[in-house]
Each structure stands twice: as structure tokens, then as C-alpha cells.
């Protein structure tokens, strides 16, 4: 078995409005919207114990002269990373762990929408929920588990569940 998820811990909320508060007086007069996303936002879940921030600003660009102030706050600036359009930086601790994830698109983004989606999909939905929770602890409690098994065995559910989350979203 492998901890790669905890149990929901109440303090990931402040987590994110502490950091959303750092970025947001770091950014200045760049106006960033951020939100708590990930399985830290959706309580009662299993997840992995970093806090992940999706950014949502008018030019995705702008950021890019902005290196100093992510790195201020000890983010690594990763790029796109492999989505077009998008801002990713990765925070750790002083041990090397990572604590936050950012995730910054430009207003219009599908990806904006895919993320808010499945957030509120399974905070409306608790036996959605309990569902991924349920499967995260089967997949972790593997001898032979590794990063990427886990990552794999998570992708149909979350595939699937993002297309149901995304339906009911655009009908509220």
C-alpha cells in the first residue's frame, strides 16, 4: 500500500485562501480569479495532500513577465506543460514535497469549465464522490501500486465522470 492519499483534512480550504491571497497581492495589477479545485476542494474524498489552484486571467500572456513574483512564493515555473494555453507552476515544501499545484488559462478556455465542472459535479453528487474516494483506496491499497499505475487507474472514472459533470453543468 502506498499513501499517495489522505483522508479529507478540514485546513485545505484555508490552505487555498491563503495561498489564492499570496498570488493575488504577488500578481499586482494583473486580475487573476482563482478557485480550490482538485479532490482537496471536495470534502469527505480521499486525495492527494496538495492543494491545487485553478487561475483564471484575461491574458495568459501577461504572466509571462512575471517569473520573479512566482518564484518569490517558491513556485517552479513549468510552462504549458503540455496543454496549450496554459500556466503551470508546482510548489513544494523546504523537505522537496509538493504542496500546490496552479493551473492558470485564459477566460475562455475549455479547460476552465472542464475543471469547475467536475469540482461541483462531485461536491452535488456525494455518491459520485464516495465513488472515486472508494476507487482512489482500491488502487492504493495495490503491493504493486506505482505514481502511473495509479494515475491509469483513475483515468476512466475521471473521463467519464467529466463528460456526465460537464452535461450537468451546462444545465444549472
Known sequence: MVDYVVPHDPKWKNDFCHEASLIKEG??????????????????????????????????????????????????????????????FRKMDGAGKRTHHLHIYETGSPHIERHLAFRDYLIAHPSKAAEYSNLKAMLTSADTVTWDSYLDGKEPFILATEQEALEWFRSI
Open 27 to 88: 500578481l499586482g495589477r494583473i486580475d487573476i480569479e482563482l478557485h480550490h479545485i482538485g479532490s482537496t476542494s471536495v470534502e469527505g474524498i480521499l486525495a492527494k495532500p496538495i492543494i491545487d489552484l485553478l487561475g483564471v486571467v484575461s491574458d495568459v500572456h501577461a504572466l509571462d513577465t512575471k517569473s520573479d513574483v512566482f518564484e518569490g512564493l517558491g513556485y517552479e515555473i513549468m510552462g504549458a506543460y503540455g496543454i496549450d494555453g496554459r500556466r503551470y
